[in-house]
C-alpha cells in the first residue's frame, strides 16, 4: 500500500482512538444548534428559512473556532514527532519526507472534514426538521458555508504545519501558533478598521482593500460565506460590501486554495531541508 494512504489512516485511527473527531462534532454540532434556535426565534414571523439565519451566526462563529481546531490539531505534527524520536523511527523506513507531510496532512484534513460536516450537517437537519421539514433550496449557502469552512480550517492546518516545520520545541509551536490564530482571527481586521476609518477613503480605494482582504483567510472565507448570496448578504448586513469588495467566487476560492498550498509548500520545502 502506499505509504501516503497508510499514514492518513494511521492519523485518522488516531483522532478516533483519541476522541478528536467525536469531541470536535459534538462541539460544533452543539455550537450550531444554540445558534441556530437562538437565531431562529423570529424567523416564523418574517418566514425566513432558519438555515438562511443560521449562515450568519455560524460564518462568525466558524472564523474563530475552526481556525483553533485546526492549529490545535497541526502546531505539533512535525516537531512533536521530532521531540518524541517516532520521525527517526518513521524516516527510517521506505518512505519520502514529503510523503510523510501529505499524509499526516491530509489525515488531520480528514479528521476536521469528517467532523465539520457531522457536527454542522447535524445541526442544519434539525433546525429544519424542527421547523417545519426540509428545503432542499435553503441548503445551498449552508452547504457552501461547510465547504469554506473546512477550506479555512486547511488553510490554518497549512499554516500549523509551516509553524511545527520552522520551530525547534514543542512549547515554541504551540506559542507561535496562538500567536498567529490571535492576530489573523482578531487583531488584522481591527487594525484595518482602525485604518479605514482613519483614512476615509482617501488612500485605501475599493481595488486596494480588495487586496488587503485577500492576505488574511478569514477575511476569504467571511466574503465567500456572507456575500455569495443575496439573502445571506442581507441579514448579515453586508450588502454594501459584497457590492464595494466586488471580488467574484472564483478569486475568492482561489485565494484560499493558495492559502493552503504555500504555507504547505514552504513547510514541506523547510521539513526536507531539517536535520533530525
Not at 482582504?213 to 448579515?236: C, Q, S
Amino acid at each position: 500500500m502506499n505509504p501516503t494512504l497508510i499514514l492518513i489512516r494511521k492519523e485518522i485511527r488516531d483522532g478516533l482512538r483519541n476522541r478528536w473527531v467525536l469531541a470536535i462534532t459534538a462541539l460544533l454540532a452543539m455550537l450550531a444548534l444554540s445558534l441556530g434556535f437562538l437565531g431562529s426565534a423570529p424567523t416564523g414571523t418574517v418566514k425566513v428559512d432558519p438555515l438562511t439565519v443560521t449562515v450568519v451566526s455560524l460564518s462568525s462563529l466558524s472564523i474563530f473556532l475552526i481556525p483553533l481546531i485546526a492549529m490545535l490539531l497541526s502546531y505539533d505534527a512535525i516537531v512533536g514527532e521530532i521531540d518524541r524520536g517516532t520521525m527517526a523511527l518513521l524516516l527510517s523506513y521506505p518512505i519520502a519526507r514529503r510523503q510523510v507531510m501529505a499524509g499526516k496532512f491530509l489525515g488531520h484534513l480528514a479528521i476536521l472534514a469528517l467532523a465539520t460536516v457531522a457536527g454542522y450537517g447535524i445541526a442544519g437537519l434539525a433546525l429544519q426538521l424542527v421547523h417545519g421539514g426540509l428545503d432542499l433550496e435553503a441548503w445551498t449557502p449552508f452547504a457552501l458555508l461547510i465547504a469554506a469552512s473546512i477550506l479555512l480550517g486547511a488553510s490554518f492546518l497549512s499554516l500549523g504545519y509551516l509553524i511545527s516545520a520552522l520551530v525547534q520545541e514543542r512549547a515554541t509551536a504551540a506559542g507561535v501558533a496562538i500567536g498567529v490564530w490571535l492576530f489573523l482571527v482578531v487583531i488584522y481586521d481591527m487594525v484595518l478598521l482602525g485604518v479605514l476609518v482613519a483614512d476615509q477613503g482617501r488612500i485605501i480605494t475599493a481595488p486596494l482593500l480588495n487586496g488587503i482582504l485577500l492576505f488574511n483567510p478569514t477575511d476569504v472565507y467571511r466574503l465567500l460565506n456572507l456575500t455569495g448570496h443575496e439573502n445571506i448578504a442581507m441579514f448579515a448586513g453586508m450588502a454594501g460590501l459584497s457590492d464595494q469588495a466586488s471580488l467574484s467566487t472564483g478569486v475568492l476560492l482561489l485565494a484560499q486554495i493558495l492559502w493552503i498550498a504555500v504555507p504547505l509548500g514552504l513547510a514541506a520545502l523547510v521539513f526536507n531541508r531539517r536535520s533530525l
